[in-house]
């Protein structure tokens, strides 16, 4: 079947708008590249040459040599992925119950954790310094991680309902009528189901732990403890302009994995966000 030409204008367009949102994004991530890319006499040359003249490695080699950078990469590892498994823990009960209950206040609650989520963390960070201080956990991988938790419960939240949304309740109501209770259907039934669901949440989650700043930064002070997005901050104020090459592959270095993961696994998010929007 032909386009016609409207149809056809209206490819053009769209493609022209993604490539320009494209270069406008990942612009200054081939600067950073750029910067990394570059000797310390080069850098002070001028920042208009975007090829390095004589490119060099030595930077990225660096970074990973040495002997700070690798911890940072495991805390930031550590601080996500155990914040990543306490957010589905706590999650996937709340959304089945979202999903197949019907209850008093139910859209009041869905409201809630919707307008919890919209909340800034700079908004709390004085009173939640104070009270993390006050139980002992500055300092603290666990108090961190629980704060992490409680940022990212409201959208894993909010992403798995509407992924179960898409699982016919019938399924629940066959298995109920076997013998099953409630607890066994979400167990044995529900979460198998809800596999690409659960992963793309945890991917989510742990994207958004790995480029968490704030928190960490506040609540964390010894070196050996913070993650890769503090150590880099602390990192640059350390340093001069001398080292402004080695900064950025350092911040390269730290931005590449969540990229990575992202555009190999965008299939997955999209589906299991899209999942639920849509139902015959």
């Given at each position: 079947m032909k386009?016609s030409?409207?149809?056809r ?10 490539a ?8 200054p991530?081939?600067w950073?590249?750029s910067?990394?890319l570059r000797?310390?006499k080069?850098?002070?040359l ?12 030595e930077?990225?080699t660096?970074v990973?040599?040495?002997?700070q950078?690798p911890?940072?990469?495991i805390?930031?590892?550590k601080?996500s992925?155990?914040?990543a498994v ?6 996937a ?6 999903s197949r ?11 809630g954790?919707l307008?919890f989520?919209m909340i800034?963390?700079?908004v709390?960070m004085?009173p939640?310094?104070r009270y ?15 704060v992490?938790?409680?940022l990212g419960?409201p959208m894993?939240?909010?992403?798995l309902?509407g ?17 099953c209770n409630?607890l066994?259907?979400?167990i044995?039934?529900?979460l ?5 669901g659960?992963?793309?949440?945890f991917?989510?989650?742990?994207i958004?732990?790995w480029?968490q ?8 002070t010894?070196d050996s403890?913070?993650p890769i997005?503090?150590?880099i901050?602390?990192?640059a ?5 001398s080292?402004?090459q080695v900064?950025?592959a350092a911040?390269?270095?730290?931005v590449?994995?969540?990229i990575?993961a992202?555009?190999a696994?965008q299939r997955?998010?999209l589906s299991?966000?899209?999942?639920g929007?849509?139902k015959g």
């Amino acid at each position: 079947m032909k386009l016609s030409s409207r149809d056809r204008l209206g490819d053009i367009l769209s493609y022209a708008f993604m490539a320009v949102m494209f270069v406008f994004f990942s612009w200054p991530l081939i600067w950073l590249l750029s910067m990394a890319l570059r000797t310390r006499k080069e850098v002070f040359l001028g920042v208009y040459r975007l090829i390095p003249k004589f490119p060099t490695l030595e930077n990225f080699t660096m970074v990973l040599t040495s002997s700070q950078f690798p911890v940072y990469l495991i805390n930031a590892l550590k601080l996500s992925c155990l914040s990543a498994v306490g957010c589905l823990i706590i999650a996937a009960p709340a959304a089945y119950a979202f999903s197949r209950f019907d209850f008093k206040g139910k859209g009041a609650w869905m409201l809630g954790i919707l307008a919890f989520q919209m909340i800034s963390p700079l908004v709390i960070m004085v009173p939640l310094y104070r009270y993390m201080s006050r139980l002992g956990l500055i300092d603290s991988h666990f108090g961190t991680v629980m704060v992490y938790i409680a940022l990212g419960v409201p959208m894993v939240t909010w992403l798995l309902k509407g992924y179960m949304d898409g699982i016919p309740k019938s399924l629940d109501e066959a298995a109920l009528i076997d013998g099953c209770n409630r607890l066994s259907v979400f167990i044995r039934i529900i979460l198998p189901l809800s596999t690409p669901g659960v992963a793309s949440a945890f991917i989510i989650t742990v994207i958004a732990g790995w480029s968490q700043f704030l928190v960490p930064f506040l609540l964390i002070t010894k070196d050996s403890l913070v993650p890769i997005g503090v150590g880099i901050f602390q990192y640059a104020g350390t340093q001069n302009a001398s080292t402004i090459q080695v900064l950025a592959a350092a911040c390269l270095i730290s931005v590449v994995p969540a990229i990575i993961a992202f555009l190999a696994l965008q299939r997955l998010i999209l589906s299991a966000m899209t999942a639920g929007a849509v139902k015959g």
